[in-house]
Structures are given as C-alpha cells and as structure tokens.
C-alpha cells in the first residue's frame, strides 16, 4: 500500500520561512516525480512545484518562483518543500503528490500526473 505522509505545516507570520516534509512507503520512491499541491479555501488546487526523480531538475508555479524550493533526499523517501518570504496568500492546505510515470520529467505541473496524494498539511500565514 502506497502512502504519503506531510508534515510541517502550521501558522507562521508574513516573512517567515517553513519546510514541508512528504515521506513516502510502499512504492520505488527513488524512480517518480515528486509534486506539491495547494488548495486554498474555496479554490481549486493548484499546483506549486514539482522535482525529477533524480533531483536534477525542478518546475515552480510563477507564484512560488524565487520563494519556495522543493528537493528530495532518495535516500530517506523523502520530498521536502522549503518555503521562504511566506505570504497571506501562501495559506492553503498543502499536498504532496507522487508522479504516475517512472523516470519522468519534472515538468509535470497537472493532477492528471499523479496518482498517489498525501492528506494535506494546512500552512497558515498571518499578515
């Protein structure tokens, strides 16, 4: 049984930095694109980034560029969303998501992309 589990949320003050962890069983972590979700109150969720099996390459949502970094350490199944320069609008439940395709690209900026999903971790950012 596939499971991924967030971790590391929680409420944070406008400017401030925070890191999500996603850890993953039951599948060849190593060989699948690792994405993030968020999906703010009464929206739709949206993509933020998302990482190369390898961690060689990264694909950012333009609101996120320049503030969030997503990297993976393989060794520990592990996927982590490092957030810098939060801001009220980062708040939303955030979702890890494991990629459908083996040694795919990291390009993959869709749901349709994913077939395994965390249970969210909520980020709350105060002004």
């Known amino acids: 049984q596939v499971q991924l589990v967030e971790s590391g949320g929680g409420l944070v003050q406008t400017g401030d930095s925070l890191r999500l962890s996603c850890v993953v069983s039951?599948?060849?972590?190593?060989?699948?694109?690792m994405g993030w979700f968020r999906q703010a109150p009464g929206m739709e969720r949206e993509f933020v980034a998302a990482?190369?099996?390898?961690?060689?390459?990264?694909a950012y949502a333009d609101s996120v560029k320049d503030r969030f970094t997503i990297s993976r350490d393989n060794a520990k199944n592990t996927v982590y969303l490092q957030m810098s320069s939060v801001k009220p609008e980062d708040t939303a439940v955030y979702y890890c998501?494991?990629?459908?395709?083996?040694?795919?690209?990291?390009?993959?900026?869709?749901?349709?992309?994913?077939?395994?999903w965390g249970q969210g971790t909520q980020v709350t950012v105060s002004s």
């Open positions: 990482i190369r099996w390898s961690g060689s390459t990264a």
């Open positions: 998501a494991l990629g459908r395709q083996r040694y795919g690209s990291a390009y993959v900026k869709v749901e349709e992309g994913y077939d395994y």
């Open positions: 039951g599948r060849t972590f190593s060989m699948s694109t």
